[in-house]
Nanobody, 128 residues
């Protein structure tokens, strides 16, 4: 089992950058694939980015590709989401998620129900 705690959210202006962090408890962090999802008011939770347990493969939603970068530091039990060129439509609560996913298919990582473990979320607000 793993517990996840996100941090790094805040209020920024369009075009600014933020880096979210998600720190995991437990000794087996390196065995988990990690994902970032977001949920805006009145909308469903949507996939943002994911990284395999090894860090070798990353996956992104089209809406953030080229602007966001997911990475992980297994020595620190932490996964990061670097968000650049932020837009007002990026405003949402951002959640990190973990599970033992080993597929090589992009689609597998985009499904929220594929992840068993979730953090409490961190608010990102981008003003225009």
């Amino acid at each position: 089992q793993v517990q996840l705690v996100e941090s790094g959210g805040g209020l920024v202006q369009a075009g600014d950058s933020l880096r979210l962090s998600c720190e995991a408890s437990g000794r087996t962090f390196s065995s988990y694939a990690m994902g970032w999802f977001r949920q805006a008011p009145g909308k469903e939770r949507e996939f943002v980015a994911a990284i395999t347990w090894s860090g070798k493969n990353t996956y992104y939603a089209d809406s953030v590709k080229g602007r966001f970068t997911i990475s992980r530091d297994n020595a620190k039990n932490t996964v990061y989401l670097q968000m650049n060129s932020l837009k007002p439509e990026d405003t949402a609560v951002y959640y990190c998620a973990a599970d033992h996913l080993s597929s090589s298919y992009y689609y597998t990582y985009t499904i929220a129900t594929a992840y068993d473990y979730w953090g409490q979320g961190t608010q990102v607000t981008v003003s225009s």
